[in-house]
């Protein structure tokens, strides 16, 4: 049974840090990898996909990395901005069906 | 731009009593999923269909949930009757083909945060 584990579970941050935020899961048979954000009491706004095939894929200040055959990956956040005060959840597709299997998240603030 | 829509966005019920959760995907997505997130935890699928029928329900606790989505576009989710632990945030997400490991993104509506007391 594929596992997804982020460490750390909460983190806070000045503004205008670069972060890294962790996810490894245990099977390394996946198809690709993405990165969520959730805000408080809300849904899921997808940040970034990467396809098992790639290393990594960017967006704006974000950029997320996959080694797959170490089962892991970063979202790397430049300059972090009170705004990008969220949970984020890393999440795993393997298999038939289009089944994600999440991790349970980090908690992120970014402090003024 | 297209959403998910999800209603209600609150719901406070009784143990034993019915709930139900409705969701509208966007336009045109084949594919509905339901997920359930518990506090502090990672959403976790309930139920995924495919137009009108069901792919995957391995996680979704028959003796009282049910799902349905008949004419393949909307769905409902059903628990009955609803116990202390169904207390959770029921997430609905669609995608537009839903084929394994496309390149494909899974848009999720705002959830509905059940309260069973």
């Known amino acids: 049974k594929q596992e997804v584990t982020q460490i750390p579970a909460a983190l806070s941050v000045p503004e205008g840090e670069n972060l890294v935020l962790n996810c490894s899961f245990t099977?390394?048979?996946?198809?690709?990898l993405q990165w969520f954000r959730q805000d408080p009491g809300k849904g899921l706004t997808s940040l970034l996909l990467?396809?098992?095939?790639?290393r990594e894929q960017t967006s704006g200040r974000l950029n997320a990395s996959l080694d797959k055959s170490s089962g892991r990956s970063t979202l790397y956040i430049a300059a972090s901005q009170p705004g990008d005060s969220a949970t984020y959840l890393c999440a795993v597709l393997k298999g038939g069906g289009n089944k994600l299997t999440f991790g349970t998240g980090t908690q992120l603030k970014v402090e003024l | 731009e297209a959403e998910v829509a999800q209603s209600p966005r609150y719901k406070i019920t009784e143990k034993s009593q019915a709930v139900a959760f409705w969701c509208d995907p966007i336009s045109g997505h084949a594919t509905l999923y339901w997920y359930r997130q518990i506090l502090g935890q990672g959403p976790e699928l309930l139920v995924q269909?495919?137009?009108?029928?069901?792919?995957?329900d391995s996680q979704l606790p028959k003796d009282r949930f049910s799902a349905e989505r008949l004419k393949g576009v909307d769905s409902t989710l059903k628990i009955q009757p609803a116990e202390l632990g169904d207390s959770a945030m029921y997430l609905c997400?669609?995608?537009?083909?839903?084929?394994?490991?496309?390149?494909?993104?899974?848009?999720f509506g705002p959830g509905t945060r059940l309260l069973v007391l």
């Open positions: 269909f495919q137009d009108e029928s069901v792919v995957d």
């Open positions: 990467i396809q098992s095939s790639q």
């Open positions: 099977d390394s048979a996946i198809y690709n």
């Open positions: 997400a669609s995608s537009f083909l839903g084929l394994a490991g496309a390149r494909e993104t899974q848009y």
